[in-house]
T-cell receptor
Framework: ELKVEQNPLFLSMQEGKNYTIYCNYS?????LYWYRQDPGKSLESLFV?????AVKQEGRLMASLDTKARLSTLHITAAVHDLSATYFC???????????FGKGTHLIIQP | KAGVTQTPRYLIKTRGQQVTLSCSPI?????VSWYQQTPGQGLQFLFE???????NKGNFPGRFSGRQFSNSRSEMNVSTLELGDSALYLC?????????????FGNGTRLTVT
């Protein structure tokens, strides 16, 4: 059974600081997705990581994938309040080829 | 380009009733998936449709069903509602034939069962 684990599940940090969210998954996968969800809103696609060693950056967010370690990281640089949201990673499989999501990391960035 | 549209946004039903939710995908997207989001279980895959055929189904009871029409619009139905069916139901569309494209989610239908 595919398991996707994120940590931490809750993170409160100050503006200007750096931090990393981790996503581990239990079976081999050729891709991994990161999504963002604001309260009461839908999921917004952030990154699609397709190969080992893939690194993608958008603004203050950078995501990487290590398929051998079955690990993806989402790094936040010099956090700003607008990045406050819940971040999900997702891997194909586990539910008859649908995406299996992690529990999400609830990120609060305080001034 | 219009995004994924789900209707209605909110629904309140009582136990034992049935409900139908609707989803219109992004124009040109032929694959539609449905997910259930709850505080306890998180996001869980329900099913995926492509060309009016159910391609994949998650681990949900038969009370949950869906269909897709020739214009790629999709509906999901939940019969004999239970309290535990209260959730945010999210529809997502993607480009068929491109297994690496991300899912594009709608704003969801929030179902409350009383």
């Amino acid at each position: 059974e595919l398991k996707v684990e994120q940590n931490p599940l809750f993170l409160s940090m100050q503006e200007g600081k750096n931090y990393t969210i981790y996503c581990n998954y239990s079976t081999t996968s050729d891709r991994l997705y990161w999504y963002r969800q604001d309260p009461g809103k839908s999921l917004e696609s952030l990154f699609v990581l397709l190969s080992n060693g893939a690194v993608k950056q958008e603004g203050r967010l950078m995501a990487s994938l290590d398929t051998k370690a079955r690990l993806s990281t989402l790094h936040i640089t010099a956090a700003v309040h607008d990045l406050s949201a819940t971040y999900f990673c997702a891997v194909p499989g586990g539910g008859a080829d649908g995406l299996t999501f992690g529990k999400g990391t609830h990120l609060i960035i305080q001034p | 380009k219009a995004g994924v549209t789900q209707t209605p946004r909110y629904l309140i039903k009582t136990r034992g009733q049935q409900v139908t939710l609707s989803c219109s995908p992004i124009s040109g997207h032929r694959s539609v998936s449905w997910y259930q989001q709850t505080p306890g279980q998180g996001l869980q895959f329900l099913f995926e449709y492509f060309s009016e055929t159910q391609r994949n189904k998650g681990n949900f009871p038969g009370r949950f069903s869906g269909r897709q029409f020739s214009n790629s619009r999709s509906e999901m139905n939940v019969s004999t509602l239970e309290l535990g069916d209260s959730a945010l139901y999210l529809c997502a569309s993607s480009l068929a034939g491109n297994r690496f494209s991300p899912l594009h989610f709608g704003n969801g239908t929030r179902l409350t069962v009383t």
